[in-house]
């Protein structure tokens, strides 16, 4: 099945400084990567997605990007401020309607103000 | 439009009782998901289900977890004779077809063994 890696598990920075988180997938026949961002006690959400045929999508100071070769994506936060703060959850699925989501062990991102 | 709803938000339970977890999908979805988030670990596929179905149950443990959603009503996971092991967070997604992209989960419930 598919494996997912996510890192690094912490990062701290600097506030209006970038974030960069990393994730590989093992199974190439994956084609749909979304991200979520959970807050303390609170339910997963999703903030950007990206699809096999797309290799970067941005949505205001949030970017992701895909290298379907090296089968890595990442997510690029700009600009960082405190509510910034949460834990990030890389995922990928197969197939087109695929509803079976294998998550990365997520991020800790901590902005310091 | 309410959302996914899921209750009781927390619940709490001796080892060798019973949980029962619903989780009602958003208005018009008649596909539901669960997944379980041990701490510190990202969440977990544990089964599908169609209105009266389960379509997949790959992600279940083999003993004690079942999982409904019968024609009317929410959809129920039950977790019977749980163990300390089974302390998670337990979140429900839905959708108006199969999977489709970037489904909104519930408010999930948080599930302590004691």
């Known amino acids: 099945g598919e494996n997912v890696e996510q890192h690094p598990s912490t990062l701290s920075v600097q506030e209006g400084d970038s974030a960069v988180i990393k994730c590989t997938y093992s199974d190439s026949a994956s084609n749909y990567f979304p991200w979520y961002k959970q807050e303390l006690g609170k339910r997963p959400q999703l903030i950007i997605d990206i699809r096999s045929n797309v290799g970067e999508k941005k949505d205001q100071r949030i970017a992701v990007t895909l290298n379907k070769t090296a089968k890595h994506f990442s997510l690029h936060i700009t600009e960082t401020q405190p509510e910034d703060s949460a834990v990030y959850f890389c995922a990928a699925s197969i197939g087109a309607g695929s509803y079976q989501l294998t998550f990365g062990k997520g991020t800790k991102l901590s902005v310091i103000p | 439009n309410a959302g996914v709803m899921q209750n009781p938000r927390h619940l709490v339970r001796r080892r060798g009782q019973e949980a029962r977890l619903r989780c009602s999908p958003m208005k018009g979805h008649s596909h539901v998901y669960w997944y379980r988030q041990l701490p510190e670990e990202g969440l977990k596929f544990m089964v599908y289900l169609q209105k009266e179905n389960i379509i997949d149950e790959s992600g279940m443990p083999k003993e004690r977890f079942s999982a409904e959603f019968p024609k009317e009503g929410p959809s129920i996971l039950r977790i019977q004779q749980v163990v300390r092991g089974d302390s998670a967070a337990y979140f429900c997604?839905?959708?108006?077809?199969?999977?489709?992209?970037?489904?909104?989960f519930g408010s999930g419930t948080r599930l302590t063994v004691v």
């Open positions: 997604a839905s959708s108006s077809s199969e999977g489709g992209y970037g489904y909104t």
